[in-house]
Protein backbone atom coordinates (compact mmCIF):
# COMPACT_ATOMS: atom_id res chain seq x y z
CA UNK A 1 0.00 0.00 0.00
CA UNK A 2 1.12 3.04 -0.93
CA UNK A 3 2.11 5.88 1.50
CA UNK A 4 -0.16 9.60 1.38
CA UNK A 5 2.49 12.12 1.40
CA UNK A 6 1.87 15.11 3.87
CA UNK A 7 1.18 18.19 2.10
CA UNK A 8 2.40 21.24 3.57
CA UNK A 9 0.47 24.63 2.67
CA UNK A 10 1.04 28.19 4.50
CA UNK A 11 -2.26 30.20 5.51
CA UNK A 12 -1.63 32.61 2.71
CA UNK A 13 -1.55 29.58 0.14
CA UNK A 14 -5.03 28.40 1.53
CA UNK A 15 -6.61 32.09 1.43
CA UNK A 16 -5.69 32.41 -2.04
CA UNK A 17 -6.95 29.31 -3.09
CA UNK A 18 -10.36 29.70 -1.08
CA UNK A 19 -10.57 33.23 -2.57
CA UNK A 20 -9.94 32.06 -6.06
CA UNK A 21 -13.68 29.95 -5.75
CA UNK A 22 -15.06 32.15 -3.54
CA UNK A 23 -13.99 35.52 -3.80
CA UNK A 24 -12.08 37.12 -1.65
CA UNK A 25 -14.51 39.86 0.15
CA UNK A 26 -16.46 36.59 1.08
CA UNK A 27 -13.35 34.82 2.46
CA UNK A 28 -12.37 37.76 4.60
CA UNK A 29 -16.04 37.47 5.87
CA UNK A 30 -15.97 33.68 6.69
CA UNK A 31 -12.72 34.18 8.29
CA UNK A 32 -13.74 36.64 10.79
CA UNK A 33 -16.79 34.66 11.74
CA UNK A 34 -17.60 32.30 14.20
CA UNK A 35 -20.48 29.71 13.94
CA UNK A 36 -21.49 27.11 16.97
CA UNK A 37 -22.47 23.54 15.87
CA UNK A 38 -24.49 21.70 18.68
CA UNK A 39 -24.70 18.37 18.12
CA UNK A 40 -22.18 16.21 15.88
CA UNK A 41 -24.30 13.77 14.31
CA UNK A 42 -25.72 12.82 10.52
CA UNK A 43 -26.17 16.87 10.15
CA UNK A 44 -23.50 18.70 12.40
CA UNK A 45 -20.53 16.48 11.12
CA UNK A 46 -21.40 17.29 7.89
CA UNK A 47 -22.08 20.70 8.29
CA UNK A 48 -19.15 21.50 10.22
CA UNK A 49 -16.48 20.00 7.65
CA UNK A 50 -18.47 22.48 4.73
CA UNK A 51 -18.20 25.39 6.75
CA UNK A 52 -14.46 24.79 7.45
CA UNK A 53 -13.91 24.16 4.02
CA UNK A 54 -15.86 27.15 3.10
CA UNK A 55 -12.96 28.96 5.08
CA UNK A 56 -14.95 29.86 8.48
CA UNK A 57 -12.52 31.14 10.98
CA UNK A 58 -13.77 29.54 14.14
CA UNK A 59 -15.84 26.68 14.80
CA UNK A 60 -17.64 25.70 18.01
CA UNK A 61 -18.49 22.16 18.25
CA UNK A 62 -20.65 20.95 20.91
CA UNK A 63 -21.53 17.14 21.56
CA UNK A 64 -21.45 14.84 24.64
CA UNK A 65 -21.21 11.72 22.45
CA UNK A 66 -18.55 9.34 20.96
CA UNK A 67 -18.83 7.72 17.96
CA UNK A 68 -20.07 3.71 17.06
CA UNK A 69 -20.32 1.57 14.51
CA UNK A 70 -23.54 2.64 14.23
CA UNK A 71 -23.11 6.37 13.45
CA UNK A 72 -21.17 5.42 10.58
CA UNK A 73 -24.19 4.98 7.98
CA UNK A 74 -24.62 8.65 7.87
CA UNK A 75 -22.43 10.73 10.06
CA UNK A 76 -18.96 11.69 8.18
CA UNK A 77 -16.58 9.89 10.93
CA UNK A 78 -14.55 6.65 10.13
CA UNK A 79 -14.33 3.29 11.56
CA UNK A 80 -11.13 4.32 13.15
CA UNK A 81 -12.32 7.09 15.08
CA UNK A 82 -14.78 4.53 16.80
CA UNK A 83 -14.62 5.04 20.54
CA UNK A 84 -13.15 8.69 20.66
CA UNK A 85 -15.67 11.56 21.11
CA UNK A 86 -17.41 13.52 18.22
CA UNK A 87 -15.61 16.52 19.28
CA UNK A 88 -12.27 14.84 19.00
CA UNK A 89 -12.93 13.07 15.86
CA UNK A 90 -14.87 16.01 14.33
CA UNK A 91 -11.69 18.21 14.99
CA UNK A 92 -9.28 15.99 13.83
CA UNK A 93 -11.62 15.85 10.75
CA UNK A 94 -11.70 19.47 10.35
CA UNK A 95 -7.61 20.00 11.04
CA UNK A 96 -7.10 17.78 7.79
CA UNK A 97 -9.18 19.93 5.21
CA UNK A 98 -9.05 23.09 7.16
CA UNK A 99 -5.75 23.79 9.06
CA UNK A 100 -5.73 27.11 9.99
CA UNK A 101 -9.48 26.96 11.13
CA UNK A 102 -10.01 27.67 15.25
CA UNK A 103 -11.93 24.75 16.60
CA UNK A 104 -13.04 24.65 20.44
CA UNK A 105 -14.74 21.66 21.30
CA UNK A 106 -17.12 21.40 24.09
CA UNK A 107 -17.51 17.82 25.28
CA UNK A 108 -21.25 18.15 27.30
CA UNK A 109 -24.56 18.22 27.20
CA UNK A 110 -26.58 21.74 26.14
CA UNK A 111 -28.79 22.84 28.66
CA UNK A 112 -30.51 26.02 30.36
CA UNK A 113 -27.88 26.50 32.70
CA UNK A 114 -24.83 26.08 30.51
CA UNK A 115 -26.34 27.92 26.66
CA UNK A 116 -25.62 31.48 27.60
CA UNK A 117 -21.57 30.68 28.61
CA UNK A 118 -21.07 28.51 25.81
CA UNK A 119 -22.95 30.07 22.91
CA UNK A 120 -21.91 33.83 24.57
CA UNK A 121 -19.31 34.90 21.39
CA UNK A 122 -20.82 33.14 18.56
CA UNK A 123 -22.59 34.75 15.27
CA UNK A 124 -24.70 31.89 14.35
CA UNK A 125 -26.43 28.39 15.87
CA UNK A 126 -26.69 25.65 13.78
CA UNK A 127 -28.96 23.84 15.94
CA UNK A 128 -28.19 19.63 14.81
CA UNK A 129 -29.75 17.98 17.38
CA UNK A 130 -31.38 14.37 16.79
CA UNK A 131 -33.60 14.81 20.00
CA UNK A 132 -36.40 16.93 19.46
CA UNK A 133 -36.67 18.28 22.78
CA UNK A 134 -32.83 19.36 22.77
CA UNK A 135 -33.65 21.07 19.26
CA UNK A 136 -36.99 22.89 21.01
CA UNK A 137 -34.82 23.78 24.54
CA UNK A 138 -31.99 25.12 22.49
CA UNK A 139 -33.38 27.50 19.85
CA UNK A 140 -36.17 28.80 22.74
CA UNK A 141 -33.15 29.19 24.62
CA UNK A 142 -31.41 31.18 21.92
CA UNK A 143 -34.73 33.05 20.59
CA UNK A 144 -35.87 34.39 24.16
CA UNK A 145 -32.07 35.18 26.01
CA UNK A 146 -30.02 36.00 22.25
CA UNK A 147 -32.11 37.16 20.23
CA UNK A 148 -29.60 39.23 18.13
CA UNK A 149 -28.28 35.88 17.24
CA UNK A 150 -28.73 34.17 14.11
CA UNK A 151 -30.40 30.02 14.44
CA UNK A 152 -30.26 27.99 12.32
CA UNK A 153 -32.33 24.53 12.44
CA UNK A 154 -33.91 21.43 11.21
CA UNK A 155 -36.80 19.97 11.36
CA UNK A 156 -37.84 16.75 8.92
CA UNK A 157 -35.28 14.61 7.11
CA UNK A 158 -36.11 10.99 8.09
CA UNK A 159 -37.74 8.69 5.59
CA UNK A 160 -36.92 7.73 1.84
CA UNK A 161 -39.06 11.02 0.60
CA UNK A 162 -38.13 13.07 -2.23
CA UNK A 163 -35.47 15.20 -1.32
CA UNK A 164 -36.95 18.19 -3.08
CA UNK A 165 -39.45 18.18 -0.10
CA UNK A 166 -36.27 19.11 1.95
CA UNK A 167 -36.70 22.69 1.66
CA UNK A 168 -35.32 26.09 3.78
CA UNK A 169 -37.78 29.18 5.02
CA UNK A 170 -37.21 31.64 7.29
CA UNK A 171 -39.20 31.68 10.58
CA UNK A 172 -39.33 34.55 12.17
CA UNK A 173 -36.11 37.38 12.73
CA UNK A 174 -33.27 35.52 12.85
CA UNK A 175 -34.68 32.16 12.86
CA UNK A 176 -34.31 29.53 9.78
CA UNK A 177 -35.79 26.17 9.95
CA UNK A 178 -34.75 23.44 7.33
CA UNK A 179 -36.60 20.10 6.35
CA UNK A 180 -39.40 18.60 5.28
CA UNK A 181 -40.80 19.61 8.85
CA UNK A 182 -42.79 16.28 9.06
CA UNK A 183 -41.29 12.94 8.76
CA UNK A 184 -39.22 12.38 12.32
CA UNK A 185 -37.33 9.21 13.39
CA UNK A 186 -39.67 9.57 16.28
CA UNK A 187 -42.88 8.22 13.59
CA UNK A 188 -40.34 5.40 13.11
CA UNK A 189 -39.10 6.10 9.98
CA UNK A 190 -35.40 5.20 8.93
CA UNK A 191 -32.43 7.49 8.42
CA UNK A 192 -30.63 7.87 5.52
CA UNK A 193 -27.64 9.21 5.13
CA UNK A 194 -28.14 10.75 1.52
CA UNK A 195 -31.62 12.53 2.66
CA UNK A 196 -30.02 13.80 6.03
CA UNK A 197 -26.91 15.22 4.19
CA UNK A 198 -29.57 17.20 1.74
CA UNK A 199 -30.99 19.05 5.12
CA UNK A 200 -27.28 19.56 6.59
CA UNK A 201 -26.44 20.93 3.05
CA UNK A 202 -29.65 23.62 2.83
CA UNK A 203 -28.36 24.64 6.69
CA UNK A 204 -24.75 24.73 5.67
CA UNK A 205 -25.90 26.84 2.90
CA UNK A 206 -27.65 29.39 5.04
CA UNK A 207 -25.54 30.03 7.44
CA UNK A 208 -22.98 30.85 4.96
CA UNK A 209 -25.27 33.12 3.16
CA UNK A 210 -26.12 34.65 6.65
CA UNK A 211 -22.34 35.30 7.09
CA UNK A 212 -22.37 36.89 3.81
CA UNK A 213 -24.90 39.53 4.22
CA UNK A 214 -27.10 37.69 1.52
CA UNK A 215 -29.71 36.48 4.09
CA UNK A 216 -32.96 38.38 5.28
CA UNK A 217 -32.32 38.04 9.38
Known sequence: MS?????????????????????????DKFQKARVAVCGLGGLGSHIALTLARSGVGHLSLIDFDRVD??????????????????????KEMV??????????THNTVLCAKN???L????DVICEAFDDPKAKALLVQAVREKM??????????????????????????????????EKSGIESGQSLNS???????????????RCLAGFLEV
Open 69 to 90: LSNIHRQAYRLTHIGSYKTTAL
Open 95 to 104: MEVAPFCQVT
Open 119 to 122: LAEE
Open 3 to 27: EVAEVQITREQWLATLSQRQGRALV
Open 194 to 208: ARVQVCGAHQATLIL
Open 147 to 180: PEKMVIAASGMAGWGSPNTIQSRRVSQNFYLCGD
Open 115 to 117: IET
